[in-house]
Nanobody
Framework: QVQLVESGGGLVQPGGSLRLSCAAS????????MGWFRQAPGKEREFVGA????????YYSDSVKGRFAISSDNAKNTLYLQMNSLKPEDTAVYFC???????????????????WGQGTQVTVSS
């Protein structure tokens, strides 16, 4: 059973940075697509970014493009989300998600992911 565990959330001032981690444990598989989503209070969960196993292509929502960056450490089975220039509207619970690599299913849709972490809270406030 593969599990995803996020960490690295917290309180940060506007303009600050945080790096979230998503560690995969258990029987991991090598060909996986991974993504980050977030859910603000009273709102639906939304796509933040994703990385495709095929070619390593990365995708970001318009709201975070240029400020957030995804990276991975395959040796540690860990995915990262570097968040810079944080804004109050970035406040949300952030989730990582994974699925077996599949070029036919959009990386941007949460229903196309099979495995989810429990989430980590990010609060951007002065």
């Amino acid at each position: 059973q593969v599990q995803l565990v996020e960490s690295g959330g917290g309180l940060v001032q506007p303009g600050g940075s945080l790096r979230l981690s998503c560690a995969a444990s258990g029987r991991t598989f090598s060909r996986i697509d991974m993504g980050w989503f977030r859910q603000a209070p009273g709102k639906e969960r939304e796509f933040v970014g994703a990385i495709s196993w095929i070619g390593g292509a990365q995708y970001y929502s318009d709201s975070v493009k240029g400020r957030f960056a995804i990276s991975s450490d395959n040796a540690k089975n860990t995915l990262y989300l570097q968040m810079n220039s944080l804004k109050p509207e970035d406040t949300a619970v952030y989730f990582c998600a994974a699925r077996a690599a599949n070029i036919y299913r959009s990386l941007l849709r949460e229903e196309n992911y099979d495995l989810w972490g429990q989430g980590t809270q990010v609060t951007v406030s002065s």
